[in-house]
């Protein structure tokens, strides 16, 4: 971006979730500010410490305790109960989020420097202000499921749908149940919200997601490979490395005794916002057992699997996988995208158990690539042990590894989507009367 002309830009980058989900819009904040940019995060309370590690502002969207409160509900990882509970978070934060995106406009506007916002997809408030007020946003996918295509459909949570099927009936299909199931039970919370705004209401969920100006999935084309009905405004980046924004980026001291101690050992995680885990990492550490592997479980709530500790098995609340993943001979986990692709990165195979959300179509990818194998929980609890063995024997199975570690050597995400973000802003600055009328009249204080 030419910066001659009006300066640093003002960059909002708004999201919430797991790390995983928040991790690299922070990853993106860093290298903006690095850049000369004055970035802000629109998130939750719980983040707080990572912006301020990053020196960047914050803006908290909800109370401290709220998802918090959210993880431990066991429905979130319902397949379907768990959209709900998202969606309805969105909706309840979309206010919180609109009031940033105001002020923030009238900054750029006062000291006449472009503006862009950068939002995930269930940023429902910045969403809401670009229908309002015409300025530059990026919608930002950090997996592929939400990529409708006739061509080659997703795999969507809680619409399990045989293999066999054309990919343009699966479409269909998942289209039938948006609009008759979905949209009727997701859309009028939405709707009305809108109409406080003056804003037309939405016919369809998925639609409307995506920003007009550009979405960005952070996912390579060997990954999730580009489809001719994709959105025209669709750019593709590598897998952002998001690790050195987490709560640490070394492994400690006694987690590189452990690995120095013995055989290189198989990692087991459920993700960071998982708290009813202990069935998985019961069958997990069972099967590492049974097939003679030792194991590395990463639990965000250790104490609730201290009875799995034993002298081949070392519990730890925090890794960086980016480092973590470099010693281990597989994982075993939940399907979140991170995770995948840090396997990707240390050329490791995987077994995926997913969960929910895009957990699922994740699986189906690894799966389908030949990077690893997908299991139910019930299949790891009952057959674990020889799903281990044989991604650890397979040769065909290590060969396609290494060609993924190949593929990711020395790529990263962030550095494109800083790219991306700076074309997108030039030249965009916001005029003040435009925010006074569009924004400061329709959004609520």
Request: with cysteine; glycine share 8%; charged share 20%.
């Amino acid at each position: 971006m030419d910066r001659s002309r009006h300066g640093p830009a003002r960059v909002v980058l708004s999201t919430f979730g797991s790390h995983g989900d928040v991790l690299p819009f922070i990853g993106i904040g860093a290298k903006l500010a690095a850049r000369g940019h004055q970035v802000s995060v629109a998130t939750t309370p719980d983040f707080e410490p990572h912006l301020a590690r990053a020196g960047l502002g914050f803006h908290p969207l909800c109370g401290a305790t709220q998802m918090d409160d959210l993880h431990r509900d066991p429905r979130l990882w319902h397949p379907t109960k768990g959209l709900r509970l998202m969606f309805d978070l969105a909706v309840k934060l979309a206010p919180s989020d609109l009031g940033v995106i105001r002020t923030e406009l009238r900054r750029a506007a006062a000291e006449e420097r472009p503006f862009v916002a950068v939002a995930g997809p269930l940023s429902f408030g910045a969403r809401l202000a670009r229908d309002g007020q015409r300025f530059p946003l990026i919608t930002t996918y950090l997996a592929p499921f939400l990529m409708r295509s006739r061509r080659a459909p997703p795999e969507l949570p809680g619409i399990g749908l045989p293999s066999w099927l054309p990919g343009p009936v699966v479409h269909g299909i998942q289209r039938v149940l948006e609009y008759a199931v979905v949209d009727p039970a997701r859309l009028p919370a939405l709707n009305d919200l809108r109409r406080t705004l003056a804003l037309r209401p939405i016919r369809n969920l998925s639609d409307w997601l995506p920003s007009p100006d550009r979405l960005l999935l952070m996912t390579p084309a060997w990954f999730a490979a580009p489809q001719p009905d994709w959105l025209p405004q669709a750019r593709l980046v590598d897998f952002p490395r998001a690790d050195p924004f987490g709560d640490g980026d070394h492994l400690d001291r006694a987690l590189r005794d452990f690995l120095a101690s013995g055989a290189a050992p198989v990692v087991i995680t459920n993700g960071s916002s998982m708290r009813h885990g202990r069935a998985f990492f019961d069958a997990a550490a069972r099967a590492c057992a049974e097939a003679g592997q030792r194991a590395v479980l990463v639990c965000g709530r250790p104490g609730q699997i201290a009875a799995l500790r034993a002298p081949d098995r070392m519990i730890v609340r925090y890794a960086p996988f980016d480092a973590l993943l470099r010693h281990a001979r597989a994982v075993i986990h939940h399907g979140g995208i991170g995770t995948c692709a840090n396997a990707f990165r240390a050329g490791i195979p995987q077994i995926v158990v997913p969960n929910g959300f895009d957990q699922g179509d994740n699986a189906a990818r690894v799966e389908k690539l030949g990077l690893g194998l997908r299991l139910s929980h019930a299949d790891l609890a009952a057959s674990g042990a020889g799903a281990l063995a044989r991604i650890l024997s397979d040769p065909s199975l290590s060969h396609t590894c290494a060609v993924a570690r190949a593929r990711c050597a020395d790529t990263d995400g962030i550095d494109a989507a800083c790219d991306l973000i700076e074309g997108m802003a030039a030249g965009a600055v916001p005029r003040p009367a435009c925010v006074d009328r569009a924004v400061a009249e329709a959004l609520p204080t």
